[in-house]
């Protein structure tokens, strides 16, 4: 998924020049955002397009967001910010306008609203204006959030955002710590010094094959399970025990107890040729 700022500064150029009612203009712009929150969305990129048309389906496994390994923070505590912002003001307003007010702007739309009073006036100082935008468009494209129908941009909480709400359902965020192709030109000497030239492939398919797997049964994405990063050392490795297994790259106690006797043993089956 190859996007830059500059192209979206450049769209937005182009939808402020074309000749068309502003109505059209917030239109295009709106839809732009939704293209943004997809390029910019944690979740599985199949779950995501499935259920703009209505279907429900698993985390794929095969999409980049199943496989990459981009860095996701727990954002619960980030969305219960926004959700409560715009259940205060209404569920009428637009992201600009909510922002404003997570970030305690006195435009004159907040103040003529009186939502500088507002409980959620000012909650939003831990993060800058960019951020705030982003995690907003990444609810909206999971489907917390909802456009009001006729609302002029305005956004209303979904019935999934209330489940968010009530702690029911989690919601990540994805960190870019660096550009994508930066990440891509670190990854040769990652793998480098991992020692991959020397790497049993076979047997690191193996382990992918059974994290795979796992993935699929709780529906959750690949990485969730173990990075690809966790996996090359866990093959260059090859342990044996789960003494062995928790010096693994990767490996907390948490997946030590969770998974660490299904890998190892793959990595047994794999080492006496059957088939796992």
Not at 19 to 44: N, V
Not at 55 to 61: D, I, L, R
Not at 141 to 160: D, N, R, S
Request: hydrophobic share 40%.
């Amino acid at each position: 998924m190859l996007f830059g700022l500059g192209d979206i500064r450049m769209r937005r150029l182009f939808i402020e020049d074309e000749d068309a009612s502003a109505e059209h203009k917030r239109r295009s712009h709106g839809r732009l955002d939704t293209l943004i929150g997809y390029c910019e969305t944690a979740q599985c990129r199949r779950q995501i397009l499935l259920g703009y048309f209505g279907e429900h389906a698993a985390p794929c496994g095969n999409c980049d967001n199943c496989l990459d390994q981009t860095p996701r923070a727990n954002g619960e505590a980030e969305a219960g910010i926004i959700l409560t912002a715009i259940a205060q003001t209404g569920e009428r307003f637009g992201a600009a306008h909510v922002v404003d007010v997570l970030l305690g702007h006195e435009t004159e739309k907040v103040l003529a609203r009186n939502h500088h009073r507002l409980v959620s006036f000012r909650s939003g100082l831990a993060h800058k204006k960019d951020m705030w935008l982003s995690l907003i468009r990444q609810l909206v494209t999971g489907g917390f959030l909802m456009p009001v129908p006729g609302g002029h941009g305005g956004l209303a909480i979904a019935e999934k955002g209330h489940a968010l709400s009530r702690g029911e359902i989690p919601f990540q965020y994805r960190v870019e710590t660096r550009s994508r192709a930066s990440r891509a030109k670190l990854r040769p000497a990652q793998d480098a010094a991992a020692g991959t030239e020397d790497l049993d492939t076979a047997l690191l398919a193996t382990l992918k094959a059974a994290r795979l797997r796992l993935a699929r049964e709780r529906q959750v994405p690949a990485f969730v399970i173990f990075s690809d990063r966790t996996l090359i050392d866990m093959a260059a490795r090859c342990p044996r025990d789960l003494d062995a297994f928790a010096a693994v790259n990767g490996v907390g106690a948490a997946k030590l107890g969770e998974f660490g006797e299904i890998f190892l043993g793959a990595i047994a089956a794999h080492q006496s040729g059957v088939s796992v």
